[in-house]
Nanobody
Framework: QVQLVESGGGLVQAGGSLRLSCAAS????????TGWFRQAPEKEREFVAA????????DYADSMKGRFTVSRDNAKNTVYLQMNSLKPEDTAVYYC??????????????????????WGQGTQVTVSS
């Protein structure tokens, strides 16, 4: 079983940047597809980005394309979310999630919250106007 810990959140002005990290412990991150999600107050948790365990398959929510970049370093058991040109509407708690892929579909990624088995505790991102 893998445990996930997010870090890197904070307060930033609109137009600024943050890099979030999701560190895995308990076992290696290899073989796990990883997703980033966010949840603003009184809103449902929404998909942000996902990356396959090899890093070759990546997808983003439409509103994040061109501003956010997901990457991973499996040697460090860490997945990153680089967020640029931040807007006040990006304010939310950001979560990373992981799922073990199968040998038949090694580069599969998921974009739905209920498809991920493992979650971190979240990190707060606040963008001021």
């Amino acid at each position: 079983q893998v445990q996930l810990v997010e870090s890197g959140g904070g307060l930033v002005q609109a137009g600024g940047s943050l890099r979030l990290s999701c560190a895995a412990s308990g076992r290696t991150f290899e073989g796990y597809a990883t997703g980033w999600f966010r949840q603003a107050p009184e809103k449902e948790r929404e998909f942000v980005a996902a990356i396959s365990w090899s890093g070759t398959n990546i997808d983003y929510a439409d509103s994040m394309k061109g501003r956010f970049t997901v990457s991973r370093d499996n040697a460090k058991n860490t997945v990153y979310l680089q967020m640029n040109s931040l807007k006040p509407e990006d304010t939310a708690v950001y979560y990373c999630a992981a799922n073990l892929v199968t040998a038949q579909r090694p580069d599969f990624i998921w974009k739905s919250t209920d498809e991920y088995d493992y979650w971190g505790q979240g990190t707060q991102v606040t963008v001021s106007s």
